[in-house]
């Protein structure tokens, strides 16, 4: 980031330095920057890049709670299996004791 806030300041490009560090910045997130660069709407390119993302973790959030359902739904019926067995283990002893 440091070298893009040097590259803006000297009037350069934002997508230029950013090219150089392709770990920390998507291919697809540069191409747009400078595609919004060249055409001045580079606002437009920027919300366009932030629909996808916020559309990115929408799909995450709803796989990971769909397969945290499942889990949930058994971990309540352990709980409430344990709950019947510890109350109804004691009255067949009971029962047991009075044969």
């Known amino acids: 980031m440091q070298q893009v806030l040097e ?4 009037g350069g490009s934002i997508s230029a330095p950013m090219r150089e560090a392709p770990e920390a910045f998507p291919t697809m997130v540069v191409q747009m920057i400078a ?3 060249e055409t001045g709407a580079l606002d437009t390119m920027f919300s366009k890049i932030a ?3 916020d559309d990115e973790v929408a799909a995450s959030l709803k796989a990971l709670t ?3 359902e499942p889990l949930m739904i058994i971990g309540v019926g352990a709980i409430v299996g344990f709950i019947v067995i510890s109350m109804y283990l004691p009255l067949f002893s009971v029962y047991d004791e009075i044969k």
């Open 51 to 53: 629909d996808f993302y």
């Open 35 to 37: 595609v919004g660069e």
């Open 66 to 68: 769909s397969i945290l």
């Open 7 to 10: 590259s803006v300041k000297r």
